[in-house]
């Protein structure tokens, strides 16, 4: 039984190579005790080859024309033959039976070959996008293509999410990277930001009012979420919304239920609600500035887009980006970017995130002229101060930091560089053990330093 698993694995696994799976049939057939004979033919343009054979002492070569009671597999061609072995069963019902099962067996395998070889040839042909790519994204960072794997796999899902980040991470991006994976892509996608209009008329711009429902309201109108109606809602600033405001918002996410100002009955509605902020909602909820069941609500899934700062490896590949989104925007070209002035883009901070840098590269482009290179004295004048330097002599050394004078003997120095490493080293670890280990001495040779150092022990 182990021999035929494994016989029947084998046989799968070299379809790719018809001879071989054929010698693997041959032995499986056989050892079956299904077959009478069995023959492994090569078929030319011009002559039929006999590869093998099982089950008899010498090939039954009358199975070159399989008569009407074999069972034959076609194991597809090779080296402008097609390979094929014929089988004559016993003469028993169970060894057909057999036969025609592992006859399935192989007819399976040559068809996942050849889906794996056509997916392979498509693949060469047209190269299937990167996960970024397909979300629309530039990133290269771990943690940016993890974030990414999630977002995928959330987006085919219809529960809420929670995307959270700095200002100008890209929070509306990934929003919409969501919508347009999900099944909802061909159906709208709102933005809406909670900031955009007063408190006070939150209420209305989301949900709707009716005709005469207030003073000014001189038509219907259906609100942001039923303008979404099948597709996604993106709320930016989700944490700005009053707390009168809450309660509509969170009965919506439990019920789909809208109720438009001066309507007497509430409205289904079917969208998905994504939600943004850079505030700290916990902190808000502990403050009693938001409520927790909302939050419990918007919290069903927890995107978090982590700073530019703490992603420095894709700002290459995002100047690359936004230089060419810029050359097309002011139809300019052969502009790039100097290495000392990519060193002030790389070593900031970036306070604003990729929105900040987004709109540096756009400044300087455009005022630039075509076949520029830009240099430091090209970028606004707050980027290109972080990079003042100030000389060594002009400033107090820093706490791991020890000047030595050049003017004085070799020894000398030497000796000023031991004792204050050594000093240093007992003083943060306490003990010999421990500051031999991280200066990389032996406890006796720290010993012996400090003896001709004179340290004392204290």
Known sequence: ?????????????????????????????????????????????????????????????????????????????????EIS??????????????????????????TLHRAALAESEKSAIWPEPLPEQQLGLVCVAESMLELLRVTRRV????????????????????????????????????PFNCTAVPREMLDSQLFGYKRGAF?????NFPG????????????????????????????????????????????????????????????????????????????????????????REEIPLLLDHFLERSMKENSKSGIRIGETAAEFLLLYDWPGNVRELANEVRRAVALAESGAVLMPEHLSAKLAASRRTVPVGQRPPAPTELLVRRDQPLTAAVEHVERALIQDALRIHGNVEDAARALGLSRKGLYLKRQRLRIDDD
């Not at 069995?38 to 070569?61: K, N, Q, Y």
């Not at 003073?215 to 038509?219: H, V, Y």
Request: charged content about 20%; some cysteine.
């Open 224 to 311: 942001v979420i039923r303008g979404a109606a099948g597709g996604t809602l993106f709320l930016d600033e989700i944490g700005e919304i009053g707390m009168d405001v809450q309660p509509k918002l969170l009965r919506f996410l439990e019920s789909s239920d809208v109720h438009p100002l001066g309507e007497s009955a509430p409205v289904n509605v079917d969208v998905r609600i994504v939600a943004a902020t850079n505030a700290n909602l916990d902190k808000m909820v502990a403050q009693g500035k938001f409520r927790d069941d909302l939050y419990y609500r918007l919290n069903v899934v927890k995107l978090t887009i982590p700073p530019l700062r703490e992603r």
């Open 1 to 81: 039984m182990a021999s035929a698993v494994r016989a029947s694995a084998a046989i799968v696994d070299l379809t790719s190579r018809p001879a071989l799976a054929g010698y693997e049939l041959l032995s499986l057939a056989a050892a079956s005790g299904a077959a009478a004979s069995a023959v492994m033919f090569a078929r030319g343009a011009d002559r039929i080859e006999t590869l093998g054979w099982a089950g008899s002492e010498a090939p039954d070569l009358s199975l070159r024309q399989p008569p009407d009671d074999c069972v034959t597999f076609a194991l597809g061609p090779e080296r402008d033959r």
């Open 215 to 219: 003073t000014g309201a001189l038509d």
């Open 85 to 110: 072995v014929v089988v004559r069963p016993r003469n028993q019902q169970s060894a057909r039976t057999t036969l025609l099962a592992l006859q399935r067996l192989v007819i399976n395998g040559l």
């Open 155 to 190: 987006a085919a899902s219809h529960i809420t999410v929670l995307v959270t980040g700095e200002t100008g991470t890209g929070k509306e991006l990934l929003a919409r990277a969501i919508h347009n994976c999900s099944p909802r892509a061909k159906k709208p996608f709102i």
